[in-house]
């Protein structure tokens, strides 16, 4: 399993081995020693993960941008089938990256898992028929304490690779039309 930094602060990415065999493949997804290897060498407390997700979505389909404002979760993602844009929003006043995303491509081909600090916003927009997304928090889900910035807001001006002419489909909690509570970055900041 190696790691790399990435242009904002404290995101990573994590890339498992790949056995391929006759049979099929082989990967770890996690191990213990290496990904605390990546926090202790950046400075930083290593998380302890308490929950595991898996979501299934279809082609099209953006999820977020989510984020918890008083127990903030770091998220470990990765994507078991298909593939997406996962995206990671630096929304911690005072980070010398503040206000900046990223994006980057996980499928089940690259096998990549992208780390998303405590205090960032996290979306994905889905690139294949199907995406199952799983993801271990470092806190677990509170509904009361969850909040969504629009995905397309203006002043973060996310490139996601939306198909032409179609709208990405997202729930009515994170439809800006739909949700008075979906929160512009712009008026957060
Ligand atoms: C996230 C979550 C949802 N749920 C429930 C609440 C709701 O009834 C149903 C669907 O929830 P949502 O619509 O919020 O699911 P979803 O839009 O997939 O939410 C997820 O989006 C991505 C981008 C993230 O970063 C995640 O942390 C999470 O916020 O599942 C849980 O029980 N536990 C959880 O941890």
């Known amino acids: 399993m190696k790691w790399i930094n990435t242009q904002l602060k404290d995101v990573m990415i994590f890339s498992p081995r790949k056995f391929i065999d006759e049979r099929g493949f082989f990967m770890e997804t ?4 290496t990904f605390s ?4 060498q950046n400075n930083l407390d290593v998380p302890q993960l308490v929950q595991e997700n898996q979501s299934r979505s279809i082609n099209n389909v953006l999820r977020g941008l989510h984020f918890q404002q008083h127990f903030p979760q770091g998220k470990l993602i990765r994507v078991a089938r298909g593939s997406i844009f996962d995206v990671a929003v630096d929304i911690r006043q005072g980070s010398t990256t503040y206000g900046q995303w990223i994006g980057q491509e996980i499928s089940d081909e690259n096998g990549y898992q992208m780390w998303i600090p405590a205090g960032f916003a996290h979306g994905f927009y889905v690139l294949s028929d199907i ?3 799983i993801y271990k928090c470092s806190q677990y889900y509170r509904p009361d304490d969850d909040q969504t910035i629009a995905w397309n807001d203006p002043v973060l001006n996310i490139q996601w690779p939306l198909k032409q002419h179609l709208a990405p489909l997202v729930s009515d909690k994170d439809n800006p039309m739909l949700n008075p509570k979906v929160i512009s970055f712009g008026l957060k900041q």
């Open 30 to 33: 996690l191990r213990q020693n």
């Open 37 to 40: 290897d990546a926090f202790t």
């Open 131 to 133: 995406a199952d997304v």
